[in-house]
């Protein structure tokens, strides 16, 4: 079982950053991509950005060129630097760990840009 607890959401005003953290509880040995969703209200869960543990990255286009997803093997950390934020940014962001056989979850962390 791996836990994973996202932190650095929070407030900000359009135009502003903010940097997401997944920690994950412990080392995945195994070939496994990384990835952050989003949850706006009354929509559905989304993409946001993917990096495998080689550091393969992959963007939905609503972000490309403001955010930037990067991972730390050593310390089983993943991060989303979030630029130029938008009000439609405001979500509910969920980290994910995906193996072949295995897909988890984090609990999500709340971002929420002011216009």
């Known amino acids: 079982q791996v836990h994973l607890v996202e932190s650095g959401g929070g407030l900000v005003q359009a135009g502003g950053s903010l940097r997401l953290s997944c920690a994950a509880s412990?080392?995945?040995?195994?070939?496994?991509?990384m990835g952050w969703y989003r949850q706006g209200p009354g929509k559905q869960r989304e993409l946001v950005a993917t990096i495998t543990r080689d550091g393969s990255t992959n963007y939905a286009d609503s972000v490309k060129g403001r955010f930037t997803v990067s991972r730390d093997n050593a310390n089983n950390t993943m991060y989303l630097q979030m630029n130029s934020l938008k009000p439609e940014d405001t979500a509910v962001y969920y980290c994910n760990l995906r193996t072949y056989y295995n897909n988890y979850w984090g609990q999500g962390t709340q971002v929420t840009v002011s216009s």
């Open positions: 412990r080392t995945i040995f195994v070939s496994n991509v």
